[in-house]
């Protein structure tokens, strides 16, 4: 590993430690020349995922988007940054978990719908605007009827 400072590329690992129920390596390193510290992470390398989108054309998942698209639906709300992490790495790791290359962009949508829906509403319903191309309020309705009736069945279990 190159010195972040130095650029020198000698350096020992100080200490290990396993990150996201052992996914993730985090090594505390130090540079053997300038004897400063740095951080490094070790993730298991997943084969590339392809994305079949609705009119048939293919592209590479991109975490960043996903990432994107996820913060623009909870922009204003009440949901940390670490939530939307975390969460966009559990739809990641269960798109890994398909074993499949291509995954049709309606599981990505899905997966982060039923996501939004626990974590919140409003953020929800805003990426299903978007997800499922609204053009009248109809569509809003039926996702509003859909939470009302969830959460009166939730309330009375």
């Known amino acids: ?91 990641e790791g269960s798109l890994h978990n398909l074993l499949k290359r291509e995954i049709p962009s309606r599981t990505i949508g899905e997966l982060v719908m039923d996501h939004l829906k626990d974590m919140d509403e409003v953020a929800y319903v805003r990426f299903a605007s978007v997800y499922r191309q609204f053009t009248d309020l109809e569509g809003f309705q039926q996702i509003l009827g859909s939470l009302y009736q969830n959460k009166k069945h939730d309330n009375e279990n």
């Open 1 to 91: 590993m190159r010195c972040p400072v130095c650029k020198e590329d000698s350096d020992r690992v100080i200490d290990s430690r396993p990150m996201d129920d052992g996914a993730i390596i985090r090594r505390r390193r130090e540079c053997n020349n300038c004897k400063r510290r740095f951080t490094t992470y070790e993730k298991l390398e997943y084969l590339p995922l392809i994305v079949v989108k609705k009119d048939g054309t293919r592209e590479a998942f991109d975490r960043d988007k996903l990432m994107n698209s996820v913060l623009k639906s909870c922009s204003k709300r009440p949901i940390s940054a670490e939530d939307i992490s975390q969460m966009v790495d559990n739809i």
